[in-house]
């Protein structure tokens, strides 16, 4: 269970506040895959950071009962840039109490860097900084997984493969989802949430939420 209580987020702005979260409260459920919805600029990608524990809230608590939550699958901000992809992998893994070797092998064969795995993070493309994130997302069985946008990284090919280890990890986790596309929503998603005017509002079905969610686009 994840739990928002009273969190506010905001941040300063040329020297005025803005506002992002208004005093939101909601509770998303371990048994649910819940969708995110909103206008550009609501707030969809800082309240998945928020659950993620990225950031913090400006005020109130977000509390995670018992659950392992991933950061947004291919975010690469919370890697280090000097350090190689390797020492990263090698660092995240301790941190989420995995084996270092495991996690390490599934990266090398998943995000296919050769050589550059051993390279400084800095000197890596954007695709490649994509690749080591959803290959070390995907290496640690979280019970909650964060998508932002990203289903697949990569060529054909390898595309094909995140979807297959992302329907395998699916078998045993729920997802969080942020998505403009309603097919994707439905697809893989039994609620959802839409974010309006620094407010979350839960909806229990998907269908409505769309509904609503096309209203605030009308």
């Known amino acids: 269970m994840i739990r928002f209580d009273n969190v506010s987020k905001f941040y300063s702005v040329y020297g005025k506040r803005r506002v992002i979260l208004d005093r939101v409260n909601f509770t998303l459920r371990p048994d649910i ?19 993620a524990g990225v950031e913090e809230p400006s005020r109130g608590r977000i509390t995670r009962s018992g659950l392992r939550v991933s950061w947004p699958i291919g975010f690469s ?13 090698i ?44 290959g070390v997302s995907m290496a640690i069985p979280f019970d909650t997984y964060l998508i932002d946008e990203t289903l697949a990284v990569g060529d054909a090919r390898l ?16 997802i969080i989802l942020i998505s403009h596309s309603m097919e994707q929503i439905r697809q893989y998603c039994s609620q959802a949430i839409i974010l309006v005017n620094g407010q979350a509002i839960i909806y229990d079905k998907v269908d409505d939420a769309i509904l609503a969610y096309r209203r605030l686009n009308g």
């Open 33 to 51: 895959n819940y969708g995110v919805m909103g206008i550009n600029g609501a707030g969809k990608s800082t309240t998945l950071r928020l659950l």
């Open 77 to 89: 901000g919370g890697f280090n840039s000097k350090m190689t992809g390797r020492d990263n992998v």
């Open 91 to 134: 660092f995240v893994s301790r941190i989420h109490g995995e084996d270092p070797r495991k996690v390490l092998e599934f990266v090398e064969d998943f995000a296919e860097l050769g050589s550059y795995l051993n390279m400084p993070v800095h000197t890596y493309s954007s695709g490649m900084g994509s690749r080591l994130a959803f």
């Open 159 to 174: 595309q094909r493969r995140c979807k297959e280890l992302f329907d395998m990890r699916r078998q045993t986790a729920n």
